[in-house]
């Protein structure tokens, strides 16, 4: 069974471009969320979609975006990008539902953004 | 809101022995999960072990087991016959359903020859 796959794994940005990532979930899992991994900042929560709808966010600036596809898989955009916003952006996928394994997130590699 | 706690920046422990990494968190509720990821220097998150907080017994995977402690919110995690590979980051995090992962800020652990 294949695993979460982020795409693209490395990218350099110029301030004030955008970016989008994206994440295939692991096949049958319906919940997807996005983490962001900063030296400073630790790893804090963006936001999880689930069955094409937003769920539950973190606290982002509305730059950050995203969206979920019928197929599951998930984008997530940053607009207007600023130093600060270098980081590992982790996908993680879930069943999404109550119960068992349900709960249990598996993430992907992570897409290195590094702005310039 | 829920925090989690690793009072332990980095650890050290020899090949063979066992090493044990704290975690505390806060919280009101009765009902959620913990979790001990790894992260090795490739960055992708591994998933150790998980325990449902309903559960008294505590999870064991292979060389990796947990003492769970509910009443005084604490999650430790013991790995057993240390191996070079078990060098990573390793990171607490507790999940209500339907809801975020929140993670502790992380213990990096050695293991030396």
């Known amino acids: 069974k294949a695993g979460v796959t982020q795409t693209p794994r490395y990218l350099i940005k110029t301030r004030g471009q955008q970016v989008t990532l994206s994440c295939s979930p692991i096949?049958?899992?319906?919940?997807v969320s996005w983490y962001q991994q900063t030296p400073g900042q630790g790893l804090q929560f963006l936001f999880e979609?689930?069955?094409?709808?937003?769920?539950n966010k973190g606290n982002f600036p509305g730059r950050f975006s995203g969206r979920q596809f019928s197929n599951s898989r998930s984008e997530m955009n940053v607009s207007t990008l600023e130093l600060g916003d270098s980081a590992l952006y982790l996908c993680?996928?879930?069943?999404?539902?109550?119960?068992?394994?349900?709960?249990?997130?598996?993430f992907g590699e992570g897409s290195w953004l590094t702005v310039v | 809101a829920q925090t989690v706690t690793q009072s332990q920046p980095e650890m050290s422990v020899q090949e063979a022995e066992t090493v044990t990494l704290s975690c505390t968190y806060d919280t009101s509720e009765s009902d959620y999960y913990l979790f001990w990821y790894k992260q090795p220097p490739s960055r992708q998150m591994i998933l150790v072990i998980r325990q449902e907080a309903y559960k008294q017994q505590n999870a064991t995977e292979n060389r990796f087991s947990v003492n769970f402690q509910k009443a005084a919110k604490s999650f430790s995690l013991k790995i057993s016959d240390s191996q070079l590979g078990d060098a990573a980051m390793y990171f607490c995090?507790?999940?209500?359903?339907?809801?975020?992962?929140?993670f502790g800020t992380g213990t990096r652990l050695q293991v030396t020859l």
């Open positions: 993680a996928s879930s069943l999404g539902t109550a119960g068992g394994g349900g709960n249990t997130i598996y």
């Open positions: 979609y689930f069955s094409e709808t937003q769920r």
């Open positions: 096949s049958g899992h319906r919940s």
């Open positions: 995090a507790y999940k209500r359903t339907a809801s975020k992962l929140t």
